[in-house]
């Protein structure tokens, strides 16, 4: 009897709470943030502050008070900086997302985002508790990994399906049933690190150890390049009939970076980037479409792109947000950024670059750093070969999506038609992420748990 | 709103966010350097908090008995005490809970040098023996001197070493 006390003591001296009042901390920080964006949206637009601020905070400090609840239920050790990084960020999106829409609605327009955006926040949040609360390990995706690999694939191609399939501004990424639509590509990232992780813990040594060296390089095997063939296929395949260079590159770029992980070997990487760069330079000039882009991406400023459709417009009015934002911006609802089109989805960065500066783009880019950087150390820290690969994976889908839209809006790499992971408007997209966030802190409680 | 008031919230916000970036590194930071203190402080006392019989995982398998001879048992440690390396002088007490030792700033020993791994070994009671059990470490753990494969008994007053650190189990 005694002894069952002492140990319940015991144990609640163990358990130390400092992650979870340092996440509590640093989300209520992150809170008043958002109450600060959103009350300087209204000032500068509406001139006072009205009831909508309660909607448009409540529901992301709400739902993100529940996530922090269920993680203290469920997985106390959890990394505590993970969560408030994605609620600032969400946030900061989804002020941006109303500002564009007070603008919208100025202008007479009738579409809208930021309450749909909220919504899909909300559901996605409940989404990654879900995952925290009813996935006990992650380990137990070990067991669905050639599961998650065929609904992967399948997802990933089935806005090529007949009926259901929708094409929007050229590139096939939608689903459409009953109105409702979504892009299947978004989960498919997140299925598809669960395959690559679980197929290359099982495949790491032979595609590590075998082949023989040729001035000093050690050549694979031709057949453990047979995979790494067919994800080339598929994502050409993606770029091809689906017009979408973006995630094309997203998925082969992950597959290189797991298989670098997996296999400390730079021959794969450098061969994989070869094949990739060459399918898409051969892309480039038999595609219209991608013909048009990489144009755009070489002389935006030249009057020919600047005027044909699809052509440079909005590359250049982004950057003209850039210069117009200056070092310290314009202030919430002080800038234009509604002149570039898609400027809530697409172009959320550079509407944000305008309104923030170089300043307040920098604390975005060292927020996506610190989430990438935390992600990588989930996986650092664990033991076996699934986490480290899998936590490797959901960090980098992350960090190549950040790279490649940031990238293709300041003209750094063509641009492509991704989204800027927990910025910009798009359900999908906010389901995507907020569930790989939902993996992220799973994995970093059972890590830290293996212990005791 | 006056223009003065809108520039002070356009500056201020700027401000806020940086504040908010940097007291994330800060936690991060304490994470790498500024916990130690605390941190083994909190597991000083949690391991002195006394409770006996309950054994989580018993090492199941062959377990090899070392020195057979001459030191005595271990049945009688109430302490480990560090002998050699950062931490010398230091000491545990021992209360029959099994004890972990790497890296890993969740372990009850914390050896902070390069040649130990995060989760190095751990130290479990068993029929009143203290054994050793190396968690397949990167530079593995050493029982007087010979490296430790299966969980290994600890006599009393015997060196282990584990990175830099060498410890005895004292009665």
Redesign the interface.
Known sequence: MS?NV??R??KI??V?PRNRN?ELF?LL??F??NA??IV?VQ??TL?NVNNDFWFYWGALSGAGLLLHLVLRLRAR?AD??IL??AV?LNGLGIAEIYRLDIAAIANHQTELFAEKQVIWTLVAMVLAGAVVMYIPSHLVLRRYVFLAGAVGVGLLLSPMLPFIGKTINGASLWLSIGGLTFQPGELAKIALTIFFAGYLVQRKDSLAMTGRTILGIQIPKARELGPILAIWVVSLLVLVVQHDLGTSLLFFGLFLVMIYTATGRAIYTVVGLGMFLTGALVASRAISYVTKRFDAWLNPFDDAHYNAIGGSYQLVQGLFGFAHGGL?????G?GVPQLVPLAESDFIVASLAEE??L??IF?IF??YI?LVARGLRIGF?H?DDFSKLLATGLSFVIALQVFIVIGGVTRLVPLTGLTTPLLAAGGSSLVANWIIIGLLLRISDTN?R??? | MSELALFLLRIGLVAVLWIFVFSIISVIRSDLFGQKVAGKAAKQNATQVVSQAHIPNPPTGPVRVLQESSAPSSKLATKLVITDGENAGREIALDGRELHIGRAVNSDLVITDEYASTQHAKLVLINDEWLVQDLNSTNGTFLGGVRVGIPAVVKLNTPVKVGKTVFELRA
């Open positions: 002894s002492t140990e003591i015991s001296v163990r130390v340092t640093l920080f992150a008043a943030i600060f964006e300087q000032l500068s001139q050790e505590p900086l408030p990084i600032a310290l911006g314009t202030g919430l002080g923030l500066g300043a307040g604390v060292t927020l610190l820290n033991n830290r293996e212990v005791e």
